[in-house]
């Protein structure tokens, strides 16, 4: 209990002291675009309500979820492939490492033109962005599995979805979920500019329209539920990561404490 009372206070102790900062700089402020933290706070009820939240942010989460879900499925299958044979990652190098230094936002107009403005372009802005470093990680996590650990299993006829599933995927499991995490905040990042081109609703479309309307406070509010957002997010994911990975901790944590 102790141990989980001290991890909490670690965790806060940060963001409590940001907001302490943040308050104490903005308050007195009369800049129109830095309203003071109390009166955003004041405001925020007021602008995320029921209904804003079922009309704004659940359709957001839906795309971020489906965008992401399928740049993971693409990225660690394409990834697996490529990393395990070097025919195909010599051939796929020269490709990948062009498409990858492309921003996402800049193919947002090209995208638009193939799957026009509605979720469908969303979702692909999204898992367009997020698959590189799922994929990147995913082919470097397969490389890098021990050689002798693949003869063992070929010596002892473990080969096929089998192999798969029980050496090289397990084996590439904290680099693959190293590329999850660096794509979970840039797919939010890509939620909210997608969002922003063509859209009716929306996180990002909701924090335009406050701007457009120069509805500052309103605007901060927004940034908040994003800031909320990706907190969230983040829990998750760990939470997540340290069930599949729990071996991988487990190890960690013995080797820690051992002499």
Same mark, same amino acid.
């Given at each position: ?25 903005s ?11 109390r ?6 009820p007021?602008v995320w ?5 079922r009309?704004d ?8 979820v489906a965008?992401?879900a399928l740049?993971a ?5 394409? =990834?697996?492939? +490529?990393?395990?044979?070097? #025919?195909?990652? %010599? @051939? ?6 062009? $498409? ?6 800049v193919?947002i107009?090209v995208i638009?033109l193939?799957?026009g403005?509605?979720d469908t372009?969303k979702?692909?802005?999204?898992a367009?962005?997020c ?6 990680n995913?082919v470097?996590g397969?490389r ?5 650990m693949?003869e ?9 979805p089998?192999?798969l599933?029980?050496?090289?995927l397990?084996?590439?499991g ?6 999850l ?9 890509l939620?909210?500019?997608?969002e ?7 996180? =990002?479309?909701? +924090?335009v329209q406050?701007? #457009?309307s120069? %509805? @500052?406070?309103?605007?901060w509010?927004?940034? $908040?539920?994003?800031?909320l ?11 997540v990561?340290?069930r ?10 013995s ?5």
């Open positions: 209990m102790k141990r989980l009372l001290r991890r909490l206070v670690l965790v806060l102790a940060l963001p409590a002291l940001l907001v302490v900062v943040w308050w104490l700089a308050d007195g402020s009369t800049d129109v675009f830095w309203p003071p933290l009166t955003i706070l004041r405001t925020f007021d309500t029921a209904d804003r939240l009309d942010v659940l359709p957001s989460i839906w795309r971020l965008g992401y740049a499925v693409v990225g660690v299958a394409a =990834g697996t492939v +490529i990393g395990s044979y070097r #025919r195909v990652r %010599a @051939v796929c190098e020269p490709v990948l490492e062009f $498409l990858r230094a492309v921003p996402p936002p193919l107009p638009m193939f799957a403005i509605g372009m979702v692909t802005v999204i367009s962005g698959v590189w470093p799922i994929l990147l995913t470097e397969v890098a599995v021990d050689p002798v693949l063992t299993a070929r010596s002892y006829g473990i080969t096929g089998s192999r599933r029980n050496l090289v397990p084996s590439a904290p680099q693959i979920f190293a590329g995490r660096q794509a979970l905040s840039l797919g939010i990042i939620m909210v500019i997608s922003m081109f063509a859209a009716s609703n929306g996180i =990002g479309f909701t +924090i406050f701007q #457009r120069f %509805a @500052v406070p309103d605007m509010t927004g940034i $908040l539920v994003l800031g957002l990706g907190f969230v997010l983040s829990v998750v994911f760990q939470l990561e340290r599949v990975l729990a071996w991988y901790h487990g190890l960690r944590a080797a820690r404490r051992s002499p």
